[in-house]
């Protein structure tokens, strides 16, 4: 099926001052062309990356097939140096595997102790900062982490929201980006930050009905693009060819806002996390009461949170 979508605004040669003042508060997608990042799109080739990258361990995704699947799990965690993970991920067949020929490989970079650090590739791969500059749109004491995104060809990632907003940098390589509105999210089947609709294309809407109403956005990054994704909006990635991209997480609320546990920029702010938690004690409560009772006050409930905390500013 063919779905309609909205294409992601382009601009070129956006200066700080037009994005903070005037495409920032829109809290919309943008992607912007034409900013200075360094020599990076030339020189991060696959023997450049390699050599100069090093053998640092690092924790991949490794699939049989091209869509992930976070539901039924088929993929596998492995580890592998950083130069092999580079050089595997921009073949198609591979000499040496995990689990077959022709599997697939994403790298999302972590923080030393991935427990408690966050990524920054100019810390974990301190040779190659020289090469990328990260757009200066937003303030040094905002900056959350910098990941590496390595995949190979034809790589899905499932659509998933972060919390923080987001510069996505397609260093070399074509992408396909789709996007949801956090508005949308009703029609997303959620389990917990991703979506279950995996198959955005083609889905299964005898167990998906109201996915047809979310609105989809799209845009391809090349080389040199960078896209922001404001925090809650959905994202979903197709790697087209063989690609390295690394994004910039930075903090949008007050740093007390976040949970100062998360290292991946993807759990909830901790008010949220709070009221969610008095929500479930608020229906545990419900539960005493018989099924039409409890139905009638459930959708009180319902009318009164859409009452009280929905925004009238969105559309
Ligand atoms: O481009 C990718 O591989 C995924 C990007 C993503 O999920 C992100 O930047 O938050
Ligand atoms: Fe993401």
């Not at 659509?159 to 999210?185: C, E, W």
């Amino acid at each position: 099926m063919a779905w309609q979508s909205i294409p992601v605004a382009r601009l070129e040669g956006v200066s700080q001052e037009q994005f903070t003042q005037q495409l920032y508060p829109q809290r919309k997608p943008l992607v912007l062309e034409g900013i200075d990042l360094g020599a990076c799109t030339s020189k991060w080739t696959v023997d450049y990356l390699s050599q100069v990258g090093g053998k640092k361990e690092v924790k991949i995704h490794v699939a049989a097939v091209a869509q992930m699947d976070f539901i039924s799990k088929n993929f596998v965690y492995r580890t592998l140096p950083f130069d092999k993970l580079v050089q595997r991920a921009a073949e198609e067949k591979h000499e040496e595997f995990f689990i077959s020929e022709d599997e697939k490989y994403y790298l999302r970079s972590l923080g030393e102790d991935p427990r408690k650090d966050v990524a920054d590739i100019r810390k974990q791969f301190p040779l190659l900062e020289g090469d990328i500059k990260f757009p200066k749109f937003f303030k040094e004491e905002q900056f959350f982490s910098s990941v590496f995104r390595i995949s190979s060809p034809g790589l899905q990632l499932w659509t998933h929201y972060d919390v923080m907003d987001n510069f996505l940098i397609q260093v070399t390589g074509k992408k396909r980006v789709v996007l949801f509105s956090p508005r949308d999210a009703q029609y997303l089947y959620l389990s917990g930050t991703k979506s279950e609709v995996l198959n955005i294309d083609n889905p299964d809407l005898a167990k998906y009905p109201l996915f047809c109403k979310a609105r989809r956005y799209e845009c391809s990054l090349k080389a040199g693009d960078v896209l922001f994704i404001p925090a809650l909006w959905f994202h979903n990635v197709i790697s087209e060819e063989f690609g390295v991209g690394v994004n910039v997480f930075w903090k949008h609320l007050p740093s007390e806002c976040y949970d100062k546990t998360d290292t991946y920029g993807n759990k909830d702010p901790t008010a949220a996390s709070r009221a969610a938690q008095i929500l479930d004690r608020a229906l545990k409560t419900l539960s005493e009461l018989p099924e039409e009772y409890r139905d009638f006050y459930a959708r009180r409930m319902v009318l009164h949170i859409q009452d009280k905390a929905y925004s009238k500013n969105f559309e």
